[in-house]
Nanobody, 125 residues
Framework: VQLQASGGGLVQAEDSQRLSCTASGHAFSAYAVAWFRQYPGKEREFLAAITLRGGSPYYSNSPSVKGRITISRDNTKNRVILEISRLRHEDTAVYYC?????????????????WGQGTQVTVSS
């Protein structure tokens, strides 16, 4: 499967942003999909994941994002959406989606086999 992340750009603080991860290939519903973000020089940070067939989502407990992110999927469109509300300057990062086939939704970058190219979100205050 190939993943393409989109929806990034320059946004204002306190606005919301909707990022899309679109997959090509078949059997997208067989994949667990997650979103991560990465600051320059830092490791990728887990944000949220969603299991096969849209099961219960799994969210980061980090205070930096808790309560502000929502993940959802639409298997008919081969798409997973990450919504971030009340954007802050510290949300400025490159956002990546990742997928693993038949696996559970986890928070470890090592559990994901397929990665999108990343989409930059820049929050201006």
């Amino acid at each position: 499967v190939q993943l393409q992340a989109s929806g990034g750009g320059l946004v204002q603080a306190e606005d919301s942003q909707r990022l899309s991860c679109t997959a090509s290939g078949h059997a997208f519903s067989a994949y667990a999909v997650a979103w991560f973000r990465q600051y320059p020089g830092k490791e990728r940070e887990f944000l949220a994941a969603i299991t096969l067939r849209g099961g219960s989502p799994y969210y980061s407990n980090s205070p930096s994002v808790k309560g502000r992110i929502t993940i959802s999927r639409d298997n008919t469109k081969n798409r997973v959406i990450l919504e971030i509300s009340r954007l802050r300057h510290e949300d400025t990062a490159v956002y990546y989606c990742a997928a693993t086939r038949d696996g559970p939704a986890t928070l470890s970058v090592n559990d994901y086999d397929y990665w999108g190219q990343g989409t930059q979100v820049t929050v201006s205050s």
